[in-house]
């Protein structure tokens, strides 16, 4: 009896052991053991490199998509469903929520970026510290960059919260001064401290963030707040969140130069070896592009400055931004009919979103009838065999479609006569690149790079800030075309031929105070909905009234203001009168 | 001791005499065990294995009473007998019951919480495959909701009202170990079910009973002659409803309606289709694909085969049970949801060391198995849901070839078809995939050994070890397949997973059983117990291109031909881990029977919370009053037998949140790596903070008083309990979305309030006139749910969007001053039914034109916004019925259940009506607005992205209120017939279940626990498996 009532006792003793409740993770570290090292530090900068693909995953609500969308280039498309796409051609909208992913994902980038920059000093190499400093500081202000383009006054995250009741109250917006300054200050401070080496040295490994594309997007940043909002130069921001200095146009200068004299990176020979239709298996069936160079392979182009890279291990489960979704949203939307993507060769299935207006196509031959990059950058499907209209209710249709950023397919399998039989959804899937000629899904085997800085970029930037038309007669003679002398005009015609469906056109017709009349140059094209020919007209207030409306900007999402309770405004113009309920023939 | 002895052998010297009897009880079984007291004396004896007995008692003695466990106790008058044999009635509802109350049991009437025992004999006679659906009619207060029809899927089982948002089920207590599963018995193993509703009653398992516990205890031996019994039923199911679909030619014209309302040309179907199936559909020889109809597994089989073998003396017991169980799905053809459950049970209790009135030392065992397969269709989301594609496929499409075989994209090609490219054959898309084929097994041990030592009487010290072990394989095939323009798989896919996990408990407790001055009687115990959890790994691979295309059989991963590395994967984890710690007592007190009164208190560390933060504490009191054994109750007494007033308060725990909440974790995912490699192959692992850390993070606490009464009148025939209770769930754990600024993932915070408030009623008669019996009993539930806080600035938890159909927004979501997940969207009155009522109503969207919904401006601001958004339906139900109505004659039994829920509503869609105009219809869409006073609910067609279809509103929400008679059987007991036959039960049966049910609702069942990805949602109908119709016969024999 004793025995067992000793053996209780022990029992109840045991018992009292806090020990017994401790527990450990084995799949995940904590801040408290993490990061300890080098590697982990640069596993750090990789999970802010990840939140580039996070947002693709929800494309259609990214910057890059409502950018192309609302410019004067492209209209919304998409089926007649797809009004989300209609919207951001209109500057209207369907849902207020729509930019929350794309708003959760950069804010994650920004989170995950200030915690990296707090522990990087645990990196003994200072190189490589410099340099993973420098990549993390560059991602930081392309996400603000981003966000106050699209939404204006965005709250100012610079560190991570300590507590979680300060992590329920929403922080206030900051002005944009104050968010120019600490991306212009973020910038600033990369570019001094990135070790200066070629494109394809970099210490950190290739495809990692260089000096020379931090001071390529200081200068796309100098320009859009000093033409948008009419400044001088850019504010900076101090380490108290002052602004208290400022960045004049000739360091912008002096860092472009420096660019382009010593990032090794170059324009390459044909402008259509840029587009993954030339690549080597769809080229072979391609009239258009038979003998032009071969496609460069993403990460081999020294004409990349700065890109989002994709990859070949897409899946639906959590990494569809690992895919090039883009792809697949601009790609032509199917009819059924067996032979339509044959007959539309090298472009494939896709959602029918930003059909070209026919306006970029018939003013680009008035202007530059010679230019041979509009064959390379647009394709009249009207011109394919048998092109029908309509196909699953496609709206917007203007027949034109981007060659840059589209899914692009490849002979498969060839009958007999040497015609082509089946087709790969994308020529990534097979053997010729990166796949085992099998596993082809139409929407995930998307996996071409998005350009988000070219060298000719900044050689147009350059030009543009100094009013020398030395580098983009550069990028003329590359294309072809005559040199020409320096004028705004000029200039401006090469950003929207040079780098049309490239991203920037939206921010450049905002910044150089053109957008109201360019957008409003949309009505009246010849387009169909659902296969019935009409023309575009205005929707809601219009184009230009809602560009007034607006300024451009986009709605915060909704949530986002309803969870502040007051403290987060809504932009101008986004009340419900910008409702777009359906298409108004 | 010995003074009972000296007064025992100071008796016998007075003048005595013999009474000799058996006891037997209603089959004529005998009862050993029965103890047999002189009434007002300590004078007594128990039966013999053989139900005999044998006493002597004085002359004087007036009053015999027989009384044992779970029967009616009787007093005989002796008079002049000398033999006197009794037959014990089963007592159904009876007062001298015991019932469990956890780490021990109590008599019913000195209860004082609020609690429902329900037998295994009455969930076994319902033949259902799972003892909760057996349990459905006879638990008031209890919410059992099938979440799927689909063989072996589980149930939602919600105790007095949804409390949280995170893990709502409420704790099980297996044979005294917590944390079992019930869906591993078969009903014949189950000796009793009890719940534990109120706070006070639960208390004893604080930490996690604040949804409410159930124990569960399975059959145990007793010491007499050796019972076996045998229990089987065979029934085949059919499809109580199926929905009314459109035919070719119907469907047709729908399609054609809507293009013209668009103004746009109708098809030129005769140039889209085929020219043959185009000319058959014209000339009426063929009506178009059936699609439900072709998957309809008519007939299907389900049967029971149950063994089960009792027996011991008076110092070892045991009982085994062996089961099979299997059931056939009723949709699913060609491929089958199939069910197949084995369980084994051994039981056994030994008392090692005994005195003369009480066991020393005791030692026990129980032992559960259960290995049941498992594969089905997929019945999730819209996007992966067998039947919602069965429902919205294209009836212009074959099911066959000529072939036999699937129509395919092939046959489409080469018959011509120029219509929908995205349509694809359902039945295909389910056979050939993972979503039908797909196997699961699982296997599960529960097991416990005890020893119990009783070094004084009534002082018992008891140490319980509990042991659980689950482990599951899961296989699947994701075949080739080539069905329509965008479901073209060229590589198949074979996927494979493994886990096994285990559990061990630990329980030590003291009780001691006293009185003081002879009235005042405690019961108290002091216990201890540890738990650990999660000490398990799960493993999965999954391969490409099977050497074996096409054969589920043969999809092993080994059997893939990868070519080349990216074909194959691997992955493992383990579970994660957990411990709970406790330390808890109770004291019940009562005083003459009358005066009743328990206190109970535990305290509970859990490893979810951080240090310093791990200890939660938990009280409870109750009190109970039987009125009816004052003195001036004895005007009532020809009517009231028995009142109990009752009255308790307590708080219970909940800590069911993921660990590590409290730490800032860095998680290493292949979502958050990055690839800067040229090849596109590589990954750059990345590392980043998941979530924000909460080192504050707490217990929930669930707070509940409960106000009650049992009573029962007229000689005991008329039962009536009633319950009133109010629960409070305080400090909610939730992970209450944080500002997106923040760029974290919001952690779990104590944020939120929720209350819930009802009442119960269970009524119930039994009364017999000669040798007909009947009874029959009535419960209802009332609850009350509401949201009281939720901690952040706006006071809502967002539920998700895409529900039913890609293209809605939100449709339910937790707010305060709502119930939990209640359905939100807009109101509509009515449809506008000409120019003149467009006109005339101000708020409208621009465009709005005859045939369209009129939404109802309820914030008033003059224009239809999102801000109109509301309350449009509340998927729980305000009240919840149970009927039971038994009869019995002679030979013959009829037993009649049912179950009624009242006041929910269903959201139902079965198509996506926002995106994809060309699905099916249902034939409701007749009942649309085609022209001025046609319709006054749908609206006219368009093609969905118009907001009539895409406006989540009360056109998609329908009243679920419902009855179903869940089961009646009738049996014939042919022991009466033959009396000489060896066996002591001879029953056959027949039963119907689910035969009738009443409801205004469209779809094919009312009964809908489904609620997207989401616990605490309900009622969702996108393509519902719904419980089957059953028709069945059944025998049970006992030797």
Request: hydrophobic share 35%; proline share 3%; glycine share 10%.
């Amino acid at each position: 009896m004793k025995k067992i009532l000793y053996i209780a006792a022990t029992a109840l003793l045991f018992m009292s052991c806090e020990n017994y409740l401790d527990t450990e993770s084995y799949t995940k570290k904590n801040t408290g053991n993490y990061p300890q090292s080098a590697d982990d530090a640069i596993q750090m900068v990789t999970g802010v490199y990840a939140t580039l693909n996070k947002p693709i995953a929800n494309c259609a609500n990214t910057y890059y998509f409502a950018s192309e969308l609302a410019s004067d280039d492209r209209f919304g498309g998409g089926g007649e469903n797809d009004k989300d796409f209609q919207v951001l051609d209109h500057l209207l909208y369907t849902n207020l929520d729509r930019f929350k992913t794309f708003w959760s994902d950069r804010y994650s980038g920004i989170s995950r970026a200030n915690m990296a920059i707090a522990n990087l000093d645990k990196v003994a190499d200072e190189t490589l510290r410099n340099q993973l400093k420098g990549e993390t500081l560059f991602l930081r202000a392309f996400f603000y960059n981003e966000l106050v383009e699209m939404f204006g006054n965005v709250p100012l995250i610079t560190k991570v919260p300590s507590t979680v009741s300060e992590a329920q109250l929403y922080p206030k917006q900051a002005s944009a001064e104050e968010v120019y300054g600490f991306i212009a200050a973020g910038l600033k401070e990369a570019i001094s401290i990135m070790p200066a080496k070629k494109w394809n040295e970099t210490v950190s490994g290739n495809g990692h963030v260089t000096k020379w594309a931090a001071e390529a997007l200081l200068a796309r940043v100098f320009l859009f707040y000093t033409g948008f909002y009419q400044k001088d130069a850019l504010p900076l921001m101090d380490a108290d969140g002052k602004i208290t200095g400022s960045l004049t146009k000739a360091e912008v200068i002096t860092g472009l130069e420096d660019c382009i004299a010593n990032s090794g990176n170059s324009l390459v020979t044909d402008y259509r070896s840029l587009w993954p239709y030339t690549n080597t298996l769809s080229k072979k069936n391609y009239p258009y592009a038979k003998n032009a160079p071969a496609w460069i392979k993403d990460g081999t182009n020294p004409e990349t400055v700065f890109s989002i890279k994709f990859s070949h291990l897409a899946s639906w489960s959590t990494t569809t931004g690992y895919s090039n979704q883009y792809m697949l949203f601009f790609a032509i939307r199917g009819s059924g009919s067996a032979n339509q993507y044959k007959n539309l060769y090298p472009f494939g299935q896709g959602w029918g979103a930003g059909p070209v207006s026919p306006k970029l196509w018939n003013e680009w031959k008035t202007a530059e009838p010679l230019d041979p990059r509009r064959d390379a950058s647009i394709l009249d499907g009207s011109k394919t065999n048998d092109y029908t209209y309509g196909a699953d209710k496609q709206m917007e249709e203007s027949g034109y479609y981007s060659k840059k950023v589209i899914a692009t397919t490849g002979a498969k399998t060839y009958n007999t006569d040497g015609t082509m039989n089946a087709l790969f959804n994308s020529f990534t899937s097979s053997t010729e690149y990166y796949g085992d000629g099998a596993a082809d899904d139409f929407q995930l085997a998307h996996e071409v790079d998005l350009n988000v800085i070219r060298f000719s970029d900044v050689l147009l930037m350059q030009s543009e800030l100094t009013g020398n038309a030395d580098n983009m007669n550069k990028v003329r003679t590359r294309a072809g075309l005559p040199t020409v002398s320096y004028s705004a005009t000029a200039l401006r015609n090469e950003r929207r031929w040079e780098l049309a469906f490239e991203g920037t056109r939206w921010s450049d017709i905002r910044r150089w105070g053109i957008a109201k009349e360019a957008l409003s140059n949309q009505v009246g094209a010849d387009i169909w909905n659902r296969g019935v020919a009409t023309t575009m007209k205005n929707q809601g207030a219009g184009y230009g009234a809602r560009y007034d409306a607006t300024k451009g900007f986009m709605p915060i999402p909704q949530s986002e203001i309803d969870l502040s309770s007051g403290v987060l405004t809504q932009n101008p113009g986004w009340d419900a009168s910008a409702l777009f309920v359906s298409w108004n023939e | 001791m010995v003074l009972l002895m000296v007064m025992l052998s100071g008796m016998a010297f007075a003048q005595q005499k013999t009474i000799t009897g058996k006891v037997t009880d209603e089959t004529g079984a005998p009862v050993p065990g029965t103890t047999i007291i002189v009434k007002g004396t300590t004078t007594g004896i128990v039966t013999d294995m053989d139900g005999n007995y044998s006493l002597s008692v004085p002359a004087t003695a007036k009053t015999l009473v027989f009384s044992f466990v779970g029967m009616t106790s009787q007093e005989v008058i002796v008079g002049t007998q000398t033999n006197i044999s009794v037959k014990m009635l089963s007592e159904s509802i009876g007062l001298e019951e015991v019932v469990a109350i956890g780490y021990g049991v109590q008599k019913k009437k000195l209860n004082t919480g609020a609690t429902v025992q329900v037998s295994g004999d009455n969930l076994q006679k319902m033949s259902t495959t799972n003892a909760l659906s057996a349990l459905q009619s006879q638990s008031p207060g209890v919410e059992i909701t099938q979440s799927s029809g689909q063989p072996g899927e589980g149930f939602k089982v919600t105790i007095r009202g949804l409390g949280t948002v995170g893990s709502s089920a409420p704790l099980y207590v297996i044979d005294g170990v917590a944390g079992g599963d019930i869906n591993a018995f078969n009903t014949s193993d189950i000796e009793s079910v009890d719940v534990l509703k109120d706070a006070a009653s639960a208390a004893i398992y604080g930490a996690r009973a604040a949804n409410g516990v159930v124990l569960v205890t399975t059959k145990k031996g007793k010491a007499g002659k050796l019972q076996l019994s045998y229990d089987g039923y065979y029934g085949v199911q059919y499809a109580a409803k199926m929905p009314a679909m459109l035919n070719a030619k119907e469907y047709m014209s729908m399609m054609d309606e809507t293009r013209f309302n668009e103004a746009n040309p109708t098809y030129d179907w005769a140039n889209l289709l085929p020219t043959s199936l185009y000319n058959s559909v014209m000339d009426g020889s063929w009506q178009g694909t059936n699609w439900m109809k072709e998957s309809y597994n008519e007939a299907a089989p389900t049967q029971n085969q149950a063994f089960n073998l009792a027996g011991g003396n008076d110092q070892s017991k045991f009982a085994l049970g062996f089961s099979y169980t299997s059931q056939e799905g009723i949709l699913g053809k060609p491929v089958q949801s199939q069910y197949d459950r084995y369980t084994a049970r051994i039981n056994s209790d030994h008392v090692i060391l005994k005195t003369k009135d009480f066991d020393v030392i005791k030692i026990g065992q129980t032992l559960n198995y259960n290995y049941n397969t498992k594969s089905g269709i997929a019945i999730g989301n819209i996007y992966g849901n067998s039947i919602h594609n069965l429902l919205t496929g294209n009836p212009l499409l074959p099911a066959y070839d000529a072939d036999g075989n699937f129509y395919d994209y092939n046959d489409k090609v080469a018959n011509g078809w120029n219509f929908d490219g995205n349509t694809g054959n359902p039945l295909a898309g389910t056979a050939l995939s993972n979503w039908g084929l797909n196997l699961s097994k699982n296997y599960a041990l529960q097991t416990s050994a005890y020893l119990e030592i009783q070094p004084i009487k009534n002082l018992v010290f008891r140490s319980q070890f509990g042991y659980k072990m689950t482990a599951s394989t899961y296989r699947s095939y994701d075949g080739i397949r080539h069905l329509s323009n965008n479901t073209n798989v060229t590589l198949d896919n074979v996927s494979q997973s493994a886990s096994s996990g285990h559990n061990t408990t630990f329980d030590n407790t003291l009780s001691y059983k006293f009185k003081v001055a002879d009235q005042h009687q405690f019961d108290v115990l002091v216990g201890q117990s540890i738990e650990k959890w999660g000490m398990g790994s799960n493993i999965s691979a999954s391969g490409n291109n099977s050497m074996f295309p096409g054969l589920f059989d043969y999809a092993w991963v080994d059997n893939t031909k990868p070519t080349v590395l990216s074909q194959r994967g691997a992955g493992g984890s383990p579970w994660g881990s957990g411990a709970l710690a406790s330390f808890f007592g109770r004291a019940n007190y009562n005083f003459k029977e009358t005066y009743l009164a328990s206190f109970t208190m535990r305290a509970d560390g859990s490893s979810n919370f951080a240090k310093g933060k791990r200890w939660g504490y938990f009280p409870s009191m109750s009190a109970g009053w039987v009125m009816t054994n004052e003195s001036f109750m004895e005007s009532t007494k020809s009517f009231l037998d028995f009142m109990k007033l009752r009255a308790s308060w307590g708080q219970n725990g909940n800590a069911a949140i993921n660990n590590f909440q409290y730490l800032s974790t860095i998680a290493f995912d292949t979502s958050n790596g990055y690839y800067f490699s040229a090849d596109k192959l590589t990954q750059t692992v990345g590392g980043y903070a998941d979530i924000l850390a909460n080192p504050d993070v707490k217990w929930e606490t669930s707070e509940q008083l409960d106000l009650g009464f049992d009573s029962r009148f007229l000689n005991s025939r008329l039962g009536l309990t009633f319950d009133w209770y109010t629960k409070t769930t305080k400090n909610w754990l939730v992970t209450a979305p944080i500002p997106a600024v923040w760029g974290l993932n919001a952690p779990s915070v104590n944020g939120g309030d929720i209350q819930n408030k009802g009442f119960e009623i269970a009524l119930n008669w039994n009364d017999r006139a000669g040798d007909f019996q009947y009874g029959g009993s009535v419960n209802m539930a009332h609850n009350v749910n509401e949201v009281t806080r939720i901690a952040n600035a706006e006071g809502i938890i967002h539920g998700d969007g895409n529900v039913l159909s890609q293209g809605t927004t939100e449709m339910y979501r937790a707010q305060v001053g709502f119930p939990i997940g209640y359905f939100y969207g807009y109101k509509t009155a009515g449809v506008f039914q000409n120019l003149d009522q467009v006109n005339n109503t101000a708020a409208k969207y621009a465009g709005a034109q005859p045939g369209d919904l009129i939404f109802v401006d309820t914030d008033g601001d003059g224009k239809i916004t999102e801000d109109d958004r509301t309350m449009i339906g509340n998927p729980h139900p305000d009240f919840t019925l149970g009927l039971n109505l038994n009869l019995s004659y002679k030979g013959f039994d009829l037993n009649i259940a049912g179950t009624g829920a009242f006041g929910q509503q269903i959201a139902k869609s079965y198509r996506s009506f926002a995106d994809s105009p060309l699905q099916n219809y249902t034939t409701e869409i007749f009942g649309r607005w085609t022209g001025e006073g046609t319709s006054n609910k749908l609206p006219r067609l368009t093609s969905g992205s118009n907001v009539n279809w895409q406006n989540i509103s009360d056109i998609y929400i329908e009243d679920g209120d419902y009855v179903k008679i869940q089961n009646i059987t009738l049996g014939y007991d042919f022991k009466k017939l033959f009396k000489n036959m060896p066996l002591s039960q001879a029953r056959f049966f027949v039963t119907g279940q689910n035969l009738f049910t009443i409801t205004g609702y469209s779809g094919m069942d009312p009964e809908i626990g489904y609620g997207y990805d989401k616990s605490w949602v309900s009622g969702i109908d996108l393509g519902y498996y719904p419980s089957p119709r059953t028709y069945m016969v059944g025998v049970n024999l006992k030797f």
